[in-house]
Structure formats: C-alpha cells, structure tokens
Nanobody
Framework: QVQLVESGGGLVQAGGSLRLSCAAS????????MGWFRQAPGKERAFVAA????????YYADSVKGRFTISRDNAKNTVYLQMNSLKPEDTAVYYC?????????????WGQGTQVTVSS
C-alpha cells in the first residue's frame, strides 16, 4: 500500500486560488495512478481529478475543468492540485488517492483529507 499525506487546505475567498499537495510514501509509489476526491457537507464523496503514473494523461470532473490542474513530481513522490477561480461550491474535504489501472482506476489508498473552505 501507499501512504498519503495531504496539505495546503485552508480558507480562501471566492475567485481565489489554493494548491494542495499530497506526499506519497511506500513501495513503488511513483508507479501508481494518483488522484483527488472531495466530499462536501451532506454529500457523497466525488471524483475531482486523476493523473497517470507518467503524468502524461489527466482526467477531470466536469465541474472543475478549466479551473483545476493536477500534476505530479515523481522525484518527490508528490502530487499537486492547483485550484483557481474557486467557488463556494468547491468547499469540501479533499482526499488524495492512489491506485492502479488507466483509464479505469482501482483506488486502494486514501489520505486523511484536508479541508478547503471558499467564502462568498
């Protein structure tokens, strides 16, 4: 399994930006697909973005396309989520995930989550 630790969450005004980071550790962590999910209050956990092990392929939820960018630095075993033009509806706990397979991904490791709050 891969161990995942998120950071970078916080409070931001609508229209602002945040960058989340996720440090991965464990055997062959750089070979894993990485991604982000989020869970808003009273809602189910939802997919946000994913990136292939090489970084050459990415996939986004429609709700964040054009605003969020996922990237990874395999030398640092870290994945990032750059979030721009944030909206109040982006408020959620954001979870880093890892798994295998592309484009059908089987996720097997989850981080503890980091809170993102966007004020109007």
């Amino acid at each position: 399994q891969v161990q995942l630790v998120e950071s970078g969450g916080g409070l931001v005004q609508a229209g602002g930006s945040l960058r989340l980071s996720c440090a991965a550790s464990g055997r062959t962590s750089s070979s894993y697909v990485m991604g982000w999910f989020r869970q808003a209050p009273g809602k189910e956990r939802a997919f946000v973005a994913a990136i292939s092990w090489s970084g050459g392929s990415t996939y986004y939820a429609d709700s964040v396309k054009g605003r969020f960018t996922i990237s990874r630095d395999n030398a640092k075993n870290t994945v990032y989520l750059q979030m721009n033009s944030l909206k109040p509806e982006d408020t959620a706990v954001y979870y880093c995930v890892s798994g295998t397979g592309w484009p059908t991904i089987s996720y097997d490791s989850w981080g503890q989550g980091t809170q993102v709050t966007v004020s109007s």
